[in-house]
């Protein structure tokens, strides 16, 4: 029977959800926006694209004066450029209009500045002159140089390939690194999704005034298990609407939307990263659901339990405060503590798990305090609405409750 209105709990509240049309507004209104962004930035490089091609063979019309001897003549008539015949009235004319830039090249390079004089073309385009003037120095110096290997060497343009070990073993980089971290940005968007249909889940019968009706059949344990487990195949319901649109413009539309080119195929997959980053997940989950649960049992109206709501959502973020020193320091006390303190544990231990700095007994204490924590949540959630439930104008006190259970 109990598993039978459990099935029947998560059938009504999941079905419920997903049946309301805000919900469906509320779940839609995240990838038609990034729809439209992705359509905006597909025409947006599309013109670019054209004006690129366009521009391609244009050419910056400037001249110069070269007192370091250093530029090669040929190249800067490549690039557009000619000897100033007039160095005294060149920035007069650029003032009047009548030159479109100057370049003035000290003798020294390393002692002087090259003042680059031009006509205003708006703050983006009047980058150009002082890009044209730096290209035609490294140009210049490479063809002095005379030597391709050289010239890689002096200006640090050459490639390197890293390898490193751990036990023995050869270690990944950012391969290894992303896929446990794919857990905590699960993590963000599951709570931040449904924390306000968390609290909503339980005040709703409470503000309807029939919890009472519902408790004559029901064991809370069962309405609370119930509506948790709803709430989380809603999130994933909403997770797989929001991640689609993205997969989809990077599958078919990467180079059309300017994304970054990473292949997935590099990626590693280590099963024990993978193991904790799982289980700090649902840990971390079964905690954040029992304590707003909680407190939806123990506040009268949502407007009431906003007020705990927001601090409880605050810590989440509290350790990417501290996240430089997570990665490079995490034997740091204020690391170790935020590890294993309850509601910042499952951000910092999913960092560090991805970062590769959580040894396994660390990680062990980790999810077992997760899931104990998360238990006790769960049993004083269930607890708390059993009293507070038909509390409809007040907040359930604490004392009152405990008392009773006694």
Do not use: C
């Amino acid at each position: 029977m109990a598993r039978h209105n459990l099935g029947t709990v998560v059938q009504f509240e999941f079905t419920r959800t997903i049946k309301k049309r805000r919900f469906w507004i509320a779940t839609l209104a995240i990838p038609a926006l990034l729809a439209i962004v992705f359509g905006l930035v597909f025409a947006s490089s599309s013109s670019t694209k054209s004006l690129s091609e366009a521009q391609k063979n244009d050419k910056l019309s400037f001249s110069y004066t070269d007192a370091s001897a250093l530029l090669d003549p040929a190249i800067a008539r490549a690039m557009g450029g000619q000897v100033e015949t007039d160095p005294g009235t060149a920035v007069e004319r650029v003032r009047e209009g009548r030159l479109n830039a100057y370049f003035s090249f000290p003798a020294s390079l390393t002692a002087g500045q090259v003042k680059v004089y031009g006509t205003d073309h708006g703050i983006f385009k009047n980058g150009t002159y002082e890009a044209v003037a730096r290209q035609l120095v490294v140009l210049s110096a490479r063809e002095k140089v005379g030597s391709a290997e050289l010239a890689a060497a002096v200006q640090g343009t050459f490639s390197t390939q890293a390898e490193t070990f751990k036990d023995g073993q050869v270690s990944g980089g950012l391969e290894t690194v992303v896929p446990p971290l794919l857990f905590l940005v699960l993590f963000y968007v599951v709570i931040i999704l449904l924390a306000n249909q968390m609290l909503a889940s339980t005040l709703e019968e409470k503000e309807n005034r029939v919890t009472e009706m519902i408790l004559t059949t029901l064991n809370p344990t069962t309405l609370v298990v119930g509506k948790v487990v709803s709430l989380f195949l809603v999130g994933t319901v909403q997770a797989v609407v929001f991640a689609a649109p993205m997969v989809l413009g990077y599958v078919f539309f990467r180079d059309q939307l300017a994304m970054p080119n990473f292949d997935i195929s590099h990626l590693q997959i280590q099963f024990w990263p993978m193991l904790v980053g799982a289980l700090l997940f649902i840990g971390g989950f079964i905690l954040f659901t029992g304590v707003l649960v909680a407190i939806g049992a123990v506040m009268p109206t949502a407007k009431d339990a906003s007020t705990v709501f927001a601090p409880v959502m605050i810590m989440m973020f509290i350790p990417f405060y501290i996240v430089t020193m997570v990665v490079s320091d995490p034997g740091n006390v204020i690391v170790q503590i935020f590890t294993f303190f309850p509601f910042t544990a499952p951000i910092t231990a999913m960092l560090r798990n991805g970062f590769g700095s959580l040894n396994a007994a660390s990680a062990a204490v980790v999810i077992a305090e997760l899931f104990a924590f998360g238990a006790l949540a769960l049993r004083l959630a269930v607890h708390l609405f059993r009293y507070g439930s038909i509390e409809y104008s007040r907040k359930l006190s604490l004392r009152t409750a405990f008392a009773r259970r006694r």
